[in-house]
Nanobody, 124 residues
Framework: QVQLVESGGGLVQPGGSLRLSCAVS????????IGWFRQAPGKGREGVFCVSAEGSTYSPDSVKGRFTIFRDNLRNTVSLQMNSLKPEDTAVYYCAAAYLGCGTSWSKDEVDYWGQGTQVTVSS
């Protein structure tokens, strides 16, 4: 059974940075697409950034140029570096893994495994 454990959430001021990490156990990452979703109060779960098993990435326009994903197959980890954070980035962030996915989109319907989530709050 694949398990994903997130860390690194917290409170940050607008314009600040946070780095989220996800440790994967139970399987090697080599054959999975892996990445992050977020869910703000009252909203649906949105794909934020992903990297496929082949190394291609997807992210929506709302985070382009601000967020970066790092995948380390040797350590079985994936990290999300978030810079220039805005109040609208406030959400619970979830690490996710999928056998298939991370092409021209990153849909929650593609996900096979979820982490428990970590809260990110951007506020002054």
């Amino acid at each position: 059974q694949v398990q994903l454990v997130e860390s690194g959430g917290g409170l940050v001021q607008p314009g600040g940075s946070l780095r989220l990490s996800c440790a994967v156990s139970g399987s090697t990452l080599d054959y999975y697409a892996i990445g992050w979703f977020r869910q703000a109060p009252g909203k649906g779960r949105e794909g934020v950034f992903c990297v496929s098993a082949e190394g291609s990435t997807y992210s929506p326009d709302s985070v382009k140029g601000r967020f970066t994903i790092f995948r380390d197959n040797l350590r079985n980890t994936v990290s999300l570096q978030m810079n220039s954070l805005k109040p609208e980035d406030t959400a619970v962030y979830y690490c996710a893994a999928a056998y298939l996915g991370c092409g021209t989109s990153w849909s929650k319907d593609e996900v096979d495994y979820w982490g428990q989530g970590t809260q990110v709050t951007v506020s002054s």
